[in-house]
Structures are given as C-alpha cells and as structure tokens.
C-alpha cells in the first residue's frame, strides 16, 4: 500500500517561499509520476506541477510557470515543491499525488494515490 505524506505548509506573506516536500512510502517510487495540485476554498481541484519518473521532464499551470519547481530524489523517495514569489492567490491546500504513467498528468482523476494535503496560506 502507499503512503503519500506532504509537509511544509504554512504561513507566509506575500513574495515569500515555502517548500513542500511529499514524501512516499513504498516500492519502486521511480517507477511513477508524480503531481502536486492545490485546491482553494470553494474551487475544484487543480493542477500545478508534474514530473517524470526519472525527473527528466516537468511541467506547470501557467499560473505558476516561473515561480514553482518541482523536483524529485528516487534515493529518498521524496518529490518537492519550492514555492517562490508566493502570491495571496496561491493559498490552498496543496497535494500530492502519484500515478504510473506521465501521459495526461494535468488530470487529477487518472491518479492513483493522494496525500492528505498541506495547507499554505499567503498573506497580503
């Protein structure tokens, strides 16, 4: 069974970083995707980041393109996102989440297991 833990949420105010880190429990970590996705208050889920199974290939929602970097360590079995430039419209609670193949990443649906979630909240 896996076990998705996420951590590093808080309080920050605005232009401020926080990182958040998942890490998996588990065999053959390197063998999935990974994702992180957020969701606000009121608001459906959404995508924000994505990364390959050997890390060789990322992607972000625009809304984040620039600011946010997604990066994994298969030794540890850890995926992170550090957050920068953070803005007011960035809090949510953010997730991650693992599938086995990288095709279709931005649809949270098609992945197989979740973490709880971490809550972030950026202050003006």
């Known amino acids: 069974q896996v076990q998705l833990v996420e951590s590093g949420g808080g309080l920050v105010q605005a232009g401020g970083s926080l990182r958040l880190s998942c890490a998996a429990s588990g065999r053959d970590f390197s063998t999935y995707a990974m994702g992180w996705f957020r969701q606000a208050p009121g608001k459906e889920r959404e995508f924000v980041a994505a990364?390959?199974?050997?890390?060789?290939?990322?992607d972000y929602a625009d809304s984040v393109k620039g600011r946010f970097t997604i990066s994994r360590d298969n030794t540890k079995n850890t995926v992170d996102l550090q957050m920068n430039s953070l803005k007011p419209e960035d809090t949510a609670v953010y997730y991650c989440?693992?599938?086995?193949?990288?095709?279709?990443?931005?649809?949270?649906?098609?992945?197989?297991?979740w973490g709880q979630g971490t809550q972030v909240t950026v202050s003006s």
């Open positions: 990364i390959s199974r050997s890390g060789g290939y990322t």
């Open positions: 989440a693992q599938k086995r193949s990288f095709m279709n990443y931005a649809y949270a649906h098609l992945y197989d297991y």
